[in-house]
T-cell receptor, first 109, second 113 residues
Framework: GESVGLHLPTLSVQEGDNSIINCAYSNSASDYFIWYKQESGKGPQFIIDIRSNMDKRQGQRVTVLLNKTVKHLSLQIAATQPGDSAVYFCAENDYKLSFGAGTTVTVRA | EADIYQTPRYLVIGTGKKITLECSQTMGHDKMYWYQQDPGMELHLIHYSYGVNSTEKGDLSSESTVSRIRTEHFPLTLESARPSHTSQYLC????????????FGNGTRLTVT
């Protein structure tokens, strides 16, 4: 079936370095994509979204890139901080689809 | 701070008991969802609602049921809890015209002994 999925289950990053989390999707008709962050013991929180008429969108220390040709989405976190340690999920606009397992980001001091 | 509230936060209950997990949102969102998530695993959609008196099953089969009598309230009920129901249950809502992100509660961690 159609779904979104993350490339790597875990990512270890040195504090201060940039992080890149990747995601692939299969539904070429999807026109809205969202990244969520889930900290331990909490529900997922919205980080940033992007619509299919855009290739790039920037927020505070985060950038989302969308490549519709290869159906690939990435989240870049600049100057990663200990508070960025969490599980990151990508999702597409059809909420009836389940999320993937997420990428667990661990920040090394 | 979350505008979507789930209670209880933790629940330990014996097999065969009936339980209701509460979810309320103060944002006036029409769309509400229940997800099930095991530790370190993906979220699976088990129920959703697009408005009052509208409920649908998600892609993960669940023995739970839901109701949507009021816009702000979307409770989930298990008539007879079993150890296989042990999991985290996350409620979410979304609103606004067209597509918009989900707002999640902090979940109910259910343990059935």
């Amino acid at each position: 079936g159609e779904s979104v999925g993350l490339h790597l289950p875990t990512l270890s990053v040195q504090e201060g370095d940039n992080s890149i989390i990747n995601c692939a999707y299969s539904n070429s008709a999807s026109d809205y994509f969202i990244w969520y962050k889930q900290e331990s013991g909490k529900g997922p929180q919205f980080i940033i979204d992007i619509r299919s008429n855009m290739d790039k969108r920037q927020g505070q220390r985060v950038t989302v890139l969308l490549n519709k040709t290869v159906k690939h989405l990435s989240l870049q976190i600049a100057a990663t901080q200990p508070g960025d340690s969490a599980v990151y999920f990508c999702a597409e606009n059809d909420y009836k689809l389940s999320f993937g397992a997420g990428t667990t980001v661990t920040v090394r001091a | 701070e979350a505008d979507i509230y789930q209670t209880p936060r933790y629940l330990v209950i014996g097999t065969g008991k009936k339980i209701t997990l509460e979810c309320s949102q103060t944002m006036g969102h029409d769309k509400m969802y229940w997800y099930q998530q095991d530790p370190g695993m993906e979220l699976h959609l088990i129920h959703y609602s697009y408005g009052v008196n509208s409920t649908e099953k998600g892609d993960l089969s669940s023995e739970s049921t839901v109701s949507r009598i009021r816009t702000e309230h979307f409770p989930l009920t298990l008539e007879s809890a079993r150890p296989s129901h042990t999991s985290q249950y996350l409620c979410a809502s979304s609103g606004g015209p067209g597509t918009s992100p989900l707002h999640f509660g902090n979940g109910t961690r259910l343990t059935v002994t």
